[in-house]
Every structure is written in C-alpha cells, then in structure tokens.
C-alpha cells in the first residue's frame, strides 16, 4: 500500500526566508505522481505543484519547487522569499491509479507559519 | 471553465439523524468524482470514487455511502449518523490530467 509521511506537524518562517517541507513516500509502484496542496484556514485544496516519477528535471511553479529525490523516495516542497499568505497547511499526496480513477493518498499535512 | 459546488457549506446534526451532502461539477464532461473526509488536524481520507454514473466503489467500510445519479453529480449520504462522522468533508474532481480539483468544503458537526 502507498503511504506518505510528513514529519514536521508545524514549522515556522521568518518571512521572506525560504522554507522546506519535508515528505517520504512508501510505494511499489514503478510509475507514480507526487502533489503538494495548500490548505488555509478557510479549508479549500489548493493545487501547487506535481512531479511525475519519470520526470527527469524537479518540477517548479512560481515560487514552489519540489526536490524530488527518487532514491531517497522523497518529494520536499520548497517555497523561496516566503510570503504571509503562504501560512497554512500543507499536504504531500500521491497519486494511485486503478481501476480508471486517480486516487490521492495524503500525508498528514504540515502547519507552516510565516512571521512578519 | 470548470467549476465544483458543495453544499451545504457548514451542518450541525443529531447523532442518528440523516445525512446528504451534494456536490455538483460544471464544464466538464464524465469526470472521475470523489468524496474525502478530514478529521480536525489530519490529512484527507479517501471514501469513495466514481468513474461514471451508479459507478460507486468504496474504501472504507463504514455507516456513509455515496451514489451518482447524474454524470456530474455526487452525493454522500448516511442513514444514522455517528459522533464519528463529524469532520470536513471535501468533494474533488479529476479529468484524463492527473490533477484533482476540490470544492469548498462541508463541515460537519454530529452533536
């Protein structure tokens, strides 16, 4: 069975410092895709970013980048100059497919606060 | 462009009472659909998925059971709720693209 694993429960940031987020992931699979979603307090899933198990570059959008290091079976989410609006909580998930449907296996989340 | 509804957006039940939440997708055609529930403080839970219409399959076995009458309408439902139920529950959408996309949110409370 797919799990992920989200070690820090909350981590805090001066802003405008850069910031990781650390996720493992246990699977079998050989093809597989890896999510970052942010949550804020008003309790939508917002989509960050995706990295596919093939990929061969890490995956960038705007200020997130994910460092995907397949060995170590890790997929840590980077967010550089780290921004007040950035404070919420943050799932690592991954994709299962079967069956026709892509189903997401999430982490714990981890709760990331920016101070001023 | 594609939009998902849930609602409603907050509900306060009585243990054993009934439940139906509704989720509704626009713009799209034959989505993949799926119910989520997340407990306070904890990651999405998956509960059901649906690759069509009556196409229901379950993860976890509890007192919640989910139908699609409609191509882009899914529902969760439970006869008798329990103080367990309690939680937010997240309706989510997929295409042929590996990215899901959720809805608002219904946060219920079991009292």
């Known amino acids: 069975a797919q799990k992920i694993t989200q070690t820090q429960p909350g981590m805090f940031v001066q802003e405008k410092e850069a910031v990781t987020l650390d996720c493992t992931y246990d699977?079998?699979?050989?093809?597989?895709?890896l999510f970052w979603y942010k949550q804020p307090s008003s309790g939508e899933m917002i989509f960050l970013i995706y990295?596919?198990?093939?990929?061969?570059q890490n995956a960038t959008e705007g200020r997130y980048s994910l460092n995907f290091q397949k060995a170590r079976k890790s997929a840590n989410l980077v967010i550089s100059a780290s921004q007040l609006g950035d404070s919420a909580m943050y799932f690592c998930a991954m994709r299962d497919i079967r069956k026709g449907a892509q189903k997401l296996v999430f982490g714990q989340g981890t709760r990331l606060t920016i101070n001023p | 462009s594609q939009t998902i509804h849930q609602w409603p957006a907050t509900l306060v039940q009585p243990v054993g009472s009934p439940l139906s939440l509704e989720c509704t997708v626009e713009g799209t055609s034959n989505p993949n659909l799926y119910w989520y529930r997340q407990a306070a403080g904890r990651g999405l839970q998956l509960l059901f998925y649906?690759?069509?219409?009556?196409?229901i399959s379950s993860e976890v076995p509890q007192n919640l059971s989910a139908s699609r009458p409609q191509d882009r309408q899914f529902i969760l439902s439970s006869k008798k709720l329990l103080l367990s139920d309690s939680g937010f529950y997240l309706c989510a959408w997929s295409s042929s693209s590996y990215e899901q996309y959720f809805g608002p949110g219904t946060r219920l409370t079991v009292t």
């Open positions: 649906s690759v069509g219409i009556g196409q």
């Open positions: 699977t079998s699979d050989q093809s597989y895709g």
């Open positions: 990295q596919g198990s093939y990929d061969e």
